[in-house]
Structure formats: structure tokens, C-alpha cells
């Protein structure tokens, strides 16, 4: 008759209950002995057990359990005598319930419960099954969206959702993209939105088939879609809307002359789309980066993609090897790498400029290879100049999310995945397992390294904190 689903964003009224007088009229003397109204009722439904069944002790889960109150009214039982229904805290503590028809009572669902229909003459036992929430006690309350379906219309369930048939296709894969950067929480955040029962995971985590994994050998756009969405689950998701998929490939922040402009041809709905970008200190974010391409712990495919070009380096000479590079490209005119020092008149004219936007692309076409890790050490955190063009590509508020790695470890995962949910319109759901995931334990860098990338950083820091101010930003990396 009612139904709503698991984290109680919509409540479906089936014709049988809204277009149906003598139905509401057999209910309301229910309604009027628990006084309640009947928009406050998210699930009505008739629950037949056959005879010699039982439903063993369980206890109910999702989130409207907590919202709701559950009422059980015998409607159809020979003999009550028969039908043992049990309740309570625990297993061992559970106490039988009277099942006489017209005895309405509530049972906390969240505890434990079992019913057996051990009726001898064949019958079903039939209860009305009610849930509603309390009233709602300030407008700020969240209010269940209500729906009344049509005759003949078909929903479609998984063990969390519940969509329409009509709806399908309504959300385009991938929902959202984490951009990056790298060695800065991507993976935790990626593993953490998984949890979330709405949430499915892409066919692998880093599908880089914007950049490493991009086709060149297919002709047509169409081909090159089809390759794209076959790193996601969005056949299977297009009947399934209130679900979700995206895609968590940390190069991409950094490489935003290839991926962008792929990105809006494969995803149509790229307007539409959600991103993350995770940040941390980039003096810690540099140096966790060469100890991961480094390192020759790990798969042959994770050593293979993490590239050779550094293992005989130190991590000062893959610094200065960046450096150089930027400077040969034209991108840090205002950094003298023999002296170490900053020309902040240079910096401040040439920043945010039309010629730093083309070194940039200079820098992304000559020193950013596919199908390796080790490259771009020093830039990669340089979050400002990485986030600029997909802010100039995506301009629709609400698109981007920003996050410290720092500000999840200071404040809790819990509140940084309020915002993330937040973001991507998910319902709260608590993250079970928030241990830090793709860490590493290495040495701290040299004191003259660290005051090093310190000074060359900080102008850059600050030219994020004024990008991203307007959405609450502190620059705490000083």
C-alpha cells in the first residue's frame, strides 16, 4: 500500500491506498488509536507468512529504522494460540506478543525478533505492517518526498534503493570523478564513499581511461564512449538512478590538457557531473610521492605504473629535475633555481596570466608521460595552477569539492564524508571501516630541502586560499 526506501527520501503511495476510499477508511480507526495522520505513514503493507513457516530471530536494518515507529495489527489469524511472535532486547530476553486480531501493538524493530506460523488448519497469518515517523517538530525537518504511482507502474529494488521504471536513465555514469592529487587521501576518500549502500564502485579503482588508458585507435566518438563507460557499471546503473558510480585517477588534476577536453566528449552530461579534489600539504605530498615510485613493495602492475625514471634519483635531484623542467617549459620564470629564491613582482604579474596558462600546456605536453608515476614532482602540488582550468571548463556552483587531507585527520573521517555526501546529494551513511588506506612509514626529507619547497610553495598556497575563499578556505600550511 506504502513503501518508502532505505534512507527514507521517498515515500511511494501505490494506487491501492491513494485511489482506494474503502482501503483509508479501513485503516483510519488504526490511525486514530495511535493518532497519527496518515501523511506520516512511510510503509503500509499486508505481510502474509504461510503455515509451518517461520522467520527466524533477526532484527531489521537501514536507515529508516531509526526514523520510524513500527505498529503490527492482526488482521487475518484462525488461531492466535498458534502464531508465536516474539520480541526483545536480546535473543534470550524476547517475550511472546498477543497476536489476537485487532490488537494493535508497536515493536521496536531494531531489537531482536521472530515469528512462527504454526497454525494446524493450513491458513496464513496476515498483519498489517505500519511504520511512521514522529512529527515533524521544526521546518528545518527532513520531509520524505511522496510519490503517488499510476496503475501498472513498475519499481525496481536493490537491497538499499528503489526507482521507477520511468526514471530510467535519469543519471548518466560516472556520477563524479575524484581528480586528485596524488599522495593526498585520494584512496581513502575513493574506499570511504564505497561504503555508502548507493555508492558502486567502478569495474577498477584508477580507470585512467581519460589518459593512460585512452584509446587513440578508435575513430569515432561513439567508440570511444563505449570504451570509457566500460570501466563503470553504467548499463547496469541505468535502471537504478538513486544509485551512483564514479571514478577516483589522480593524474587527472594534474593533466587537464588531456582530460578535459576528452572528458566532455565521452560524458555528455559532463555539466552535470560532481568532482573531488583532495589536497595536503604539498611539502609532505612531494616527498610521500617519490617514497611511493620508489618503492619496489607492491604488485608487478603497481611497480610496472609507478615508473623507473626515479629509482636511482635523490629525492633533491628529482626536485631540481622538475625544476627544470618547469623552467625550461617558461612556467616558474620567477624562480632562480641556483639561488633558490623567489622574485614575488615576477610572481605576482605572471601568475594567473594568459603566458602562464600557455607554459603550462607547454609543460603538460613535454613532460607528462603515459603509464608512469614519475613525473612532475614539484607541480603536482601546485594546486592552484592544476585547479584553475577545470574550474574555467566546469563553472557551475557546486561542482567542485576541495579537501585537506589534514582536515581529516584533525577533524574525523566522519565529518569529512558529511561534506562529501553533501556534495554528491547522498544521504548520511557512516563509514564503517575509516582506517587510512595506500600509506607507507619513510624517513623525514633534509632540513634545507624542506625550507626549500616551504618558500617556493607558499605564494602558490596562498594563491589557492584566494581561489577557493569564497567556499571557507584556510591555508594552514605555513
Not at 18 to 30: C, F
Request: aromatic share 8%; proline share 6%.
Amino acid at each position: 500500500l506504502i513503501f518508502c526506501d532505505d534512507f527514507l527520501q521517498t515515500v511511494y503511495e501505490m494506487p491501492w491506498w491513494h485511489s482506494n476510499p474503502a482501503m483509508k477508511e479501513a485503516v483510519q480507526p488504526i490511525l486514530d488509536s495511535l493518532k497519527i495522520k496518515p501523511g506520516r505513514i512511510v510503509r503500509l503493507i499486508m505481510a502474509a507468512l504461510p503455515p509451518h513457516t517461520t522467520i527466524p530471530v533477526h532484527h531489521d536494518t537501514g536507515a529508516w529504522v531509526s526514523k520510524t515507529h513500527r505498529v503490527h495489527v492482526p488482521i487475518v489469524v484462525d488461531n492466535p494460540d498458534q502464531i508465536l511472535f516474539r520480541c526483545g532486547p536480546t535473543e534470550s530476553s524476547m517475550q511472546r506478543v498477543n497476536c489476537t486480531p485487532g490488537h494493535v501493538f508497536e515493536m521496536n524493530n531494531q531489537a531482536k525478533h521472530a515469528v512462527s506460523n504454526c497454525q494446524e488448519n493450513q491458513k496464513y497469518r496476515v498483519h498489517l505492517i505500519l511504520d511512521y515517523v514522529d512529527a515533524k517538530k521544526s521546518k528545518t525537518d527532513g520531509t520524505p518526498h511522496r510519490i503517488k504511482l499510476k496503475p501498472g507502474e513498475i519499481l525496481l529494488q536493490t537491497r538499499r534503493s528503489i526507482d521507477r521504471a520511468i526514471d530510467k536513465g535519469k543519471r548518466p555514469s560516472p556520477t563524479f570523478l575524484i581528480l586528485g592529487a596524488q599522495k593526498a587521501g585520494t584512496t581513502s576518500i575513493y574506499e570511504y564513499l564505497n561504503q555508502h549502500p548507493l555508492v558502486v564502485k567502478a569495474r577498477r579503482r584508477e580507470t585512467h581511461c581519460l589518459d593512460w588508458r585512452w584509446k587513440h585507435t578508435l575513430n569515432t566518438r561513439k567508440e570511444r564512449k563505449e570504451h570509457c563507460l566500460s570501466f563503470f557499471l553504467a548499463k547496469e546503473l541505468k535502471s537504478h538512478p538513486s544509485c551512483m558510480t564514479g571514478d577516483s585517477t589522480p593524474s587527472y588534476l594534474l593533466d587537464s590538457l588531456r582530460c578535459i577536453p576528452r572528458l566532455k566528449e565521452v560524458f555528455v552530461h559532463h555539466q552535470q557531473m560532481k568532482f573531488i579534489v583532495m589536497t595536503r600539504d604539498p611539502v609532505k605530498r612531494a616527498k610521500s610521492h617519490y617514497e611511493m615510485v620508489t618503492s619496489l613493495d607492491g604488485t608487478p602492475e603497481q611497480i610496472k605504473n609507478r615508473g623507473k625514471e626515479w629509482i636511482q634519483m635523490s629525492f633533491e635531484e628529482v626536485v631540481v629535475l622538475d625544476f627544470r623542467n618547469m623552467k625550461e617549459s617558461g612556467l616558474i620564470p620567477y624562480w632562480d633555481i641556483e639561488k633558490q629564491t623567489m622574485d614575488m613582482s615576477v610572481f605576482e604579474s605572471f601568475v594567473g596570466s594568459k603566458e602562464e596558462d600557455y607554459a603550462f600546456q607547454i609543460y603538460l605536453k613535454n613532460h607528462i608521460p603515459m603509464g608512469s608515476g614519475s613525473h612532475s614532482l614539484v607541480s603536482r602540488g601546485m594546486y592552484e595552477l592544476q585547479l584553475r582550468p577545470w574550474i574555467r571548463a566546469f563553472p557551475n556552483d557546486g561542482a567542485f569539492l576541495v579537501l585537506k587531507l589534514e582536515d581529516m585527520k584533525d577533524g574525523g573521517v566522519a565529518e569529512t564524508m558529511k561534506k562529501v555526501y553533501e556534495h554528491l546529494e547522498l544521504p548520511y551513511h557512516k563509514v564503517e571501516d575509516d582506517s587510512a588506506k595506500n600509506t607507507r612509514s619513510y624517513d623525514e626529507m633534509k632540513p634545507g630541502t624542506k625550507e626549500l619547497l616551504q618558500r617556493f610553495y607558499a605564494p602558490h598556497n596562498a594563491r589557492l586560499e584566494g581561489l577557493l575563499k569564497s567556499h571557507g578556505w584556510i591555508n594552514t600550511w605555513r
